[in-house]
């Protein structure tokens, strides 16, 4: 738990768990639930209730997780009945790792569950339930039973389905750079990765899959791929290395150039080529929780350089430097980019 500070202070107003429709990330319920447990803790003091009233107030997803669970609390029964009759049994004993250990379930509980509040379905949920996945901000590589390697960038959730008919990487959230292997097995099963979008098939390549919230995209980098849109009646489109293309579930866009740099991001950088700001910052806000945003008046200014996706801090720093920007801190959570004074 973090150490109160000694100021006082006083959380914003509620403003209900549906004051917004935005996942939460599992980090920031999980601290609710330790900020819960601290406070019902029987030596809980004035300057925990204020320190947990300032994390509270420092961003409104803390107060809307804070809510969401004190809620959920009192909806214990989604919990499976013999965790629950467990947990309460701790509970009961009066031990703070007892009541801590309620609260965690409970949170675990929010995030699958969902208690109706933009949970399930959700980001949150994806990241939660997935076999493979990444919290926000790493980046991880995953070895396939084939000798397939997948790196998951930030945020980023797959399943992995293989049986004797094909090879199906389902992403679920964010971003994977696929590097394909002949099918060990002897098959020569077709490996397919599927997005909400529509499903792509490798061709011996490496490539990346990218799902936004619109539509999906494809780099490749290595080989070739055929894309085919969920509901498309006109076939599959072949992209080869190279290229890449932006597909919802009707359509693919005709194939662009793409630099070999678009697959940077597994080394935990990127690689800015008279790229906007507002798109530069959106990258960045990807890698790290909170809002992290643009504003308005400097967004079209043109970025180059190498940026670091694993130290963003160190990432913002470096525009105020190359740029006539500065960045705005109202919380750690909370960051914009705005014009210089």
Request: glycine letters at 8%; a neutral charge.
């Amino acid at each position: 738990m973090p150490t109160p500070p000694d100021a006082t202070a006083s959380p914003t107003p509620p403003t209900g768990p549906s004051a917004g429709d935005d996942p939460l990330d599992p980090a920031i319920v999980m601290r609710a639930s330790e900020w819960m447990a601290r406070l019902g803790a029987d030596d809980a003091s004035d300057a925990d209730r204020a320190a947990c009233g300032r994390w509270r107030a420092a961003h409104p997803d803390h107060d809307r997780a804070w809510l969401c669970l004190q809620e959920f609390e009192d909806s214990f029964r989604s919990v499976p009945a013999d965790v629950a009759r467990h947990a309460l049994r701790e509970t009961a004993s009066g031990t703070r790792q007892g009541r801590r250990r309620l609260l965690q379930l409970l949170s675990l509980g929010l995030l699958v569950g969902g208690g109706g509040y933009a949970i399930r379905g959700s980001e949150t949920w994806k990241l939660a339930t997935a076999g493979h996945s990444t919290r926000t901000g790493d980046i991880r590589e995953v070895a396939l039973p084939d000798g397939t390697r997948v790196v998951l960038a930030s945020a980023s959730a797959i399943d992995v389905q293989f049986d004797e008919r094909e090879r199906l990487l389902i992403l679920r959230t964010g971003e994977v750079l696929v590097t394909t292997a002949p099918d060990s097995a002897g098959q020569a099963r077709p490996f397919r990765v599927r997005s909400r979008d529509g499903v792509v098939q490798a061709l011996g390549t490496r490539f990346s899959l990218r799902q936004d919230d619109a539509s999906s995209s494809v780099a490749v980098f290595e080989g070739a791929v055929e894309v085919r849109p969920t509901y498309a009646n006109a076939g599959v489109m072949r992209i080869d290395a190279g290229q890449g293309a932006t597909f919802n579930a009707d359509r693919v866009q005709t194939p662009e150039a793409v630099p070999d740099s678009a697959a940077a991001w597994t080394r935990g950088i990127l690689v800015a080529d008279n790229m906007r700001l507002e798109d530069l910052v959106a990258e960045l806000a990807r890698y790290r929780s909170g809002q992290l945003r643009c504003d308005p008046a400097v967004a079209g200014l043109k970025v180059n350089g190498v940026f670091s996706l694993r130290d963003t801090d160190r990432a913002l720093h470096n525009l105020t430097l190359a740029l006539p920007v500065q960045v705005s801190r109202r919380t750690r959570y909370w960051v914009t980019v705005l014009p210089a004074d």
